[in-house]
Nanobody
Framework: QVQLVESGGGLVQTGGSLKLSCAAS????????MGWFRQAPGKEREFVAG????????NYGDSVKGRFSASRDNAKNTVYLQMNSLKPEDTAVYYC??????????????????WGQGTQVTVSS
């Protein structure tokens, strides 16, 4: 059974940083594109970041560009999201997702096959 388990969420002040991790039980983790999404109360799920199979290519949602950075360690079956200069509007549940399809990281949540349970990030003003 495939599992994606996020960790690293918490409460942080405006301007602070957090690093999220997502550990995957995928046997061939390096064959999966990985993505990070978030969902705030009353809002639709939003694309945050995507990372290619090798980790060489990334893309980001407009609201986090220049502040967030995705990376992965295929030897540890783990993907990371470094979040800097956090703002109250970054408050949400953050999810990691995996897809074996496609050539490049995608912002389309429908294309992802597996999802984690989410980790809460709260940024206080």
């Amino acid at each position: 059974q495939v599992q994606l388990v996020e960790s690293g969420g918490g409460l942080v002040q405006t301007g602070g940083s957090l690093k999220l991790s997502c550990a995957a039980s995928l046997r061939t983790f390096s064959l999966y594109l990985m993505g990070w999404f978030r969902q705030a109360p009353g809002k639709e799920r939003e694309f945050v970041a995507g990372i290619s199979r090798s980790g060489a290519n990334t893309n980001y949602g407009d609201s986090v560009k220049g502040r967030f950075s995705a990376s992965r360690d295929n030897a540890k079956n783990t993907v990371y999201l470094q979040m800097n200069s956090l703002k109250p509007e970054d408050t949400a549940v953050y999810y990691c997702a995996a897809t074996a399809s496609g050539r490049s990281p995608t912002a389309n949540s429908r294309l992802y096959d597996y999802w984690g349970q989410g980790t809460q990030v709260t940024v206080s003003s």
